[in-house]
Each structure stands twice: as C-alpha cells, then as structure tokens.
C-alpha cells in the first residue's frame, strides 16, 4: 500500500495498467484527503512476496513515492470452475437473433456445491450490443440478470414460479416490444 499526493487523476489509469501488466493480482485505487486538504490515491496492490520490491521500486518510480506499506493477511480462496451454456435470442416470430455459449463462472464451497454463479462481463456487454444492434432495447442490467437466472436453473437447480404463472425454458423471460421476444434455451 501507498498513498501518493502528487499526481493527477489521468496519471491513475497508466499505474493500475502498467502494474497488472507486472502481473499484480489485483489493484485498487482509493481517492482520499489528505493533510491541508490535499487530494490524494490510497493504492493497494495485491502481489505476490517476492514481487513486493520490483512493485514498491516501480511505485516510487513513477509516484515519486517515499515508502510503501506491507500489509500482510490471508486470503480464502473459493474453488471456482467455468461452465458453458448454450443460448438462444429469438424474435416473437422465431427468428434467430443471437445463438451461441456464454460462461459462466461458478463458485464452490468446501463440499464442492456451488453457491455463486456468474456471467462474463465481457460476454454480457457483447450479447447486449449485438441484440442492440438487432433493434432489441435491451439494458446490460437486463441480460446480466436474465442470464444468470438461467444459469441458477441450470447449474444450481434453483427455479424461478411465479404465482399465477407457469414458467418453463420454452416461455418468454421478458418481452420488450410487440415483435420482439427473448427466448432463453
């Protein structure tokens, strides 16, 4: 860790790049307030011990930095795997819209069950640009939670009824004109 006062927010960007390209396992950047008002960055840099000297130089590098803290802890980690599912987005009249695989990632407790399931930012972001430009109005936050529902019922056996409705895998999830409907195999 190290706070650093004098640079500009512009400058953030390169660091956090330049520092996972130094294969960080993760960094984070805190805006914060220093003494006399001053705007300053709380980085936090989660490596390895023996990249902690080849970090700190780089820091005080390109920072100018005076020091870095050690902050020693221990991390749980969760077993996780990828799994693949097969999707379908048609129009109200069956017209095929998208069809592919999306992954998932899923998380799993000490007895192997899985208790968090994911989709791929980068696959989600894709699959809702390429509906888009289908003339589908559909938001990011939409798929994210229309994928992973499915997911849930695929992987983790945990399904959705709403009272009043019979939901299966062959319904519509939402519908979003008249023309227009998202089926999810």
């Excluded at 956090?16 to 960055?41: F, Q, S």
């Excluded at 050690?70 to 996780?80: A, T, W």
Aim: aromatic share 10%; hydrophobic share 35%; proline share 2%.
């Amino acid at each position: 860790m190290t706070n650093v006062d004098n640079i500009n927010c512009d400058h953030i960007p390169y660091l956090i790049d330049e520092l996972m390209k130094r294969d960080a396992k993760n960094v984070h950047v805190v805006p914060a307030i220093t003494k006399k008002g001053r705007n300053e960055y709380i980085f936090l840099i989660d490596c390895k011990e023996e990249q902690i000297e080849d970090f700190a130089e780089f820091m005080a590098m390109e920072t100018g930095t005076l020091g870095v803290r050690i902050l020693q802890n221990k991390h749980y980690p969760f077993d996780y795997m990828f799994k693949k599912m097969e999707l379908s987005f048609e129009s109200g009249n069956n017209e095929v819209l998208w069809e592919g695989v999306v992954n998932f990632k899923i998380v799993c407790n000490r007895k192997g069950e899985n208790i968090s399931i994911r989709a791929e930012y980068e696959e989600i972001k894709d699959l809702t640009e390429c509906l888009r430009n289908t003339g589908l109005n559909i938001s990011l936050y939409e798929m994210k939670e229309m994928l992973e529902q499915r997911a849930l019922e695929q992987f983790k056996d945990v399904f959705l009824n709403c009272k009043g409705n019979d939901l299966d895998l062959e319904t519509p999830m939402l519908r979003f004109s008249v023309d227009k409907s998202i089926y999810v195999k």
